[in-house]
């Protein structure tokens, strides 16, 4: 059962998460920021994971807090669902194109977690959120999930499609990346034997 529950609460923030590697797609998200809703509606979709998340944030200060703290716990998630990473395909990228945008995810389920983010946003907001806190999802996604993931917006002029096809790529590249290759027969996807 590849499956994950993980609480997360501050002074901040209160967060649930509970993922499904495993799952269809099936997906119940309320954040309190719509765009973030959407954004990780895309991720359960498009990488068919089952996967619900509720959170209760500071947005009277600004959406900072709750947007980091997700992917906190998100990654959180997907670190312990897939465990020991034994028979994982581990690696995988995707690049996903939503009109005259062109996004790209490429990950590694390394156990060291690094993150790379080039995108050129047009304004300074995107869903009613700071561009800046986009980029430190990823980050903070990074972090916890014990992954290299590094996303870049090819090109693009919409900031909205430009963050909707990132967060469909980063779907599709978890799907592969997540999935169990029959052919390694259980053993751990790495020369050193440990991830």
Do not use: C
Not at 115 to 128: F, K
């Amino acid at each position: 059962m590849r499956q994950a529950e993980v609480k997360r609460e501050t002074r901040e923030t209160k967060i649930a998460v509970v993922l499904d590697l495993d799952g269809t797609g099936k997906h119940e998200i309320s954040t309190g920021i719509g765009f973030l809703d959407h954004m990780l509606t895309h991720v359960s979709v498009h990488g068919l994971f089952d996967l619900s998340v509720r959170a209760e944030g500071d947005l009277e200060v600004d959406s900072h807090h709750t947007v980091e703290d997700v992917a906190l716990a998100l990654g959180t998630a997907f670190d312990r669902a897939l465990a020991s990473r034994k028979g994982i395909v581990r690696m995988s990228s995707a690049y996903v194109t939503m009109d005259e945008t062109l996004a790209f995810v490429a990950l590694d389920f390394s156990g060291r977690p690094y993150a790379v983010v080039d995108i050129a946003w047009t304004g300074l907001e995107v869903g009613g959120v700071p561009v800046t806190v986009w980029e430190h999802f990823f980050e903070s996604f990074a972090v916890t999930s014990r992954a290299n993931v590094h996303v870049r917006v090819l090109y693009g002029r919409d900031d909205h499609h430009k963050a909707e096809a990132l967060f469909k790529a980063l779907g599709r590249a978890l799907d592969v990346a997540t999935q169990i290759d029959p052919r390694r027969g259980g053993a751990i996807p790495s020369t050193k034997g440990v991830l």
